[in-house]
C-alpha cells in the first residue's frame, strides 16, 4: 500500500532563506506525487505535482520539487523564503484506486 | 477561475443529529470525493463517486454516512447520527478525470459535533 512520511512537524526559516520540505513516499508502482498547501482557515490548494515526466517539477509561488526514484523522495523547496509561505503543507501520493494519501504535514514558519 | 464550493464553512451539532454538508464540483469534473481532517491529523480519504455511484471507500465510511448528488451541480455527504468522534474539517474534491488529474479541494466546513 502506498504511503507518504513528511520528516519535519514544523519547519522555522527565516525569510529570505531556503525552504526545504521533506517527503518520502512508499509505492509500488510509479507515483503520481502532490504537494499541497493550506494556508490559515482555507482549503487545499495544489502547489506542483509529478506525473512521470520531468523529474524537476516546477510549481506556484516559486517552490519546486524534484522526484527521485532512488531515494524514494519529493522534497518541496523554495530558494528564498517570503512571510506569506507561511502555512501547512502536505505531500500526497496517489494510489492504485486514485484516492490520494496525504502525509501529516509540515507546518511552515517564517521568521522575520 | 472555476472552484469547488462547500456550504456551510461552519457547522454545530448535536450527538446523534443528521447533518448534510453540500459541495459544488467545478462543472466539467466528472470524479468527486470527500476527504476529512481531524485536528491536528491527516487529511484522509472517505469517499469517491463516479457516475452516479460509489467509486470507492474507506473503513471509516460505515453506515453513517452517505453521498449523493441531487441534481446537476451539488454533491452532498451525509452523516445520519453524528458522534462526537465525526469533528473534523470535512473537504470536498473534484478532478476531470482520473490518474494524473489533479483533485481540486474546496475549502472545506468545519463540523463540530457537541
Known amino acids: 500500500a502506498q504511503s507518504v512520511t513528511q520528516l519535519g512537524s514544523h519547519v522555522s526559516v527565516s525569510e529570505g532563506a531556503l525552504v526545504l520540505l521533506r517527503c518520502n513516499y512508499s509505492s509500488s508502482v510509479p507515483p503520481y506525487l502532490f504537494w499541497y498547501v493550506q494556508y490559515p482557515n482555507q482549503g487545499l490548494q495544489l502547489l506542483l505535482k509529478y506525473t512521470s515526466a520531468a523529474t524537476l517539477v516546477k510549481g506556484i509561488n516559486g517552490f519546486e520539487a524534484e522526484f527521485k526514484k532512488s531515494e524514494t523522495s519529493f522534497h518541496l523547496t523554495k530558494p528564498s523564503a517570503h512571510m506569506s509561505d507561511a502555512a501547512e503543507y502536505f505531500c500526497a501520493v496517489e494510489d492504485s484506486s486514485y484516492k490520494l494519501i496525504f502525509g501529516s504535514g509540515t507546518r511552515l514558519l517564517v521568521r522575520p | 477561475e472555476p472552484e469547488v464550493t462547500q456550504t456551510p464553512s461552519h457547522q454545530v451539532t448535536q450527538m446523534g443529529q443528521e447533518v448534510i454538508l453540500r459541495c459544488v464540483p467545478i462543472s466539467n469534473h466528472l470524479y468527486f470525493y470527500w476527504y476529512r481532517q481531524i485536528l491536528g491529523q491527516k487529511v484522509e480519504f472517505l469517499v469517491s463517486?463516479?457516475?452516479?455511484?460509489?467509486?470507492?471507500k474507506s473503513e471509516i465510511f460505515d453506515d453513517q454516512f452517505s453521498v449523493e448528488r441531487p441534481d446537476g451541480s451539488n454533491f452532498t455527504l451525509k452523516i445520519r447520527s453524528t458522534k462526537l468522534e465525526d469533528s473534523a474539517m470535512y473537504f470536498c474534491a473534484s478532478s476531470p478525470g482520473q490518474g494524473s488529474d489533479t483533485q481540486y479541494f474546496g475549502p472545506g466546513t468545519r463540523l463540530t459535533v457537541l
Open positions: 463517486f463516479y457516475n452516479n455511484e460509489i467509486s470507492e
